[in-house]
T-cell receptor, first 115, second 111 residues
Framework: EPEVTQTPSHQVTQMGQEVILRCVPI?????FYWYRQILGQKVEFLVS????????KSEIFDDQFSVERPDGSNFTLKIRSTKLEDSAMYFC?????????????FGSGTQLSVL | RKEVEQDPGPFNVPEGATVAFNCTYS??????FFWYRQDCRKEPKLLMS?????NEDGRFTAQLNRASQYISLLIRDSKLSDSATYLC????????????WGLGTSLAVNP
């Protein structure tokens, strides 16, 4: 089965530093997403991306966050100045089209630890 | 009322048991419903979509009750490998743009 790839698997950073989380969605997919999950809490939607622009974002996705698709394969999430509360598992996901009930493919996640 | 609510468990059952989870949702206009499975510190994986008529996939059966705004997941003949957290997911916007996730129900199947 095709896979969404995320790197790094674990990122440790100091508070206030910038981090970039990387994702390679499945090649023929058109919709991309970032979710996060704080330890012991539920999965939370951050942002969706289609046709080279953000299609929807949550309240969590403030000015500290940005997403980019710098080339035909990578999809990145940047956190400009990390805070302690940004520590979480960040999941990238993708799917082919925007159909109802369509399967979402998740990457294995990046565990971000902000110290 | 929370957007998506699940009993967090844990449910501890012996191998071979039948176990059922319920999930309630608050938005009566919700479009689509899913059960995902998540192993500890791993990514969620789609277990099954939930259709209005109910659907079955092997040992797993999902039901949707729109009138009472809940979905259910039934696992028959449970295996050790079924031990995981089961996440109820609701799509309110249509086309999966903004999935709303439950906290999950933890299942431990014991030998």
């Amino acid at each position: 089965e095709p896979e969404v790839t995320q790197t790094p698997s674990h990122q440790v950073t100091q508070m206030g530093q910038e981090v970039i989380l990387r994702c390679v969605p499945i090649s023929n997919h058109l919709y991309f997403y970032w979710y996060r999950q704080i330890l012991g809490q539920k999965v939370e939607f951050l942002v969706s991306f289609y046709n080279n622009e953000i299609s929807e974002k949550s309240e969590i996705f403030d000015d500290q966050f940005s997403v980019e698709r710098p080339d035909g394969s990578n999809f990145t999430l940047k956190i400009r100045s990390t805070k302690l509360e940004d520590s979480a598992m960040y999941f990238c996901a993708s799917r082919v089209v925007g159909a109802t009930n369509e399967k979402l493919f998740f990457g294995s996640g990046t565990q971000l630890s902000v110290l | 009322r929370k957007e998506v609510e699940q009993d967090p468990g844990p449910f501890n059952v012996p191998e071979g048991a039948t176990v059922a989870f319920n999930c309630t949702y608050s938005n009566s206009a919700s479009q689509s419903f899913f059960w995902y499975r998540q192993d500890c510190r791993k990514e969620p994986k789609l277990l099954m979509s939930v259709y209005s008529s109910g659907n079955e996939d092997g040992r797993f059966t999902a039901q949707l009750n729109r009138a009472s705004q809940y979905i259910s997941l039934l696992i028959r003949d449970s295996k050790l490998s079924d031990s995981a957290t089961y996440l109820c997911v609701v799509d309110n916007a249509g086309n999966n743009r903004k999935l709303i996730w439950g906290l999950g129900t933890s299942l431990a199947v014991n030998p």
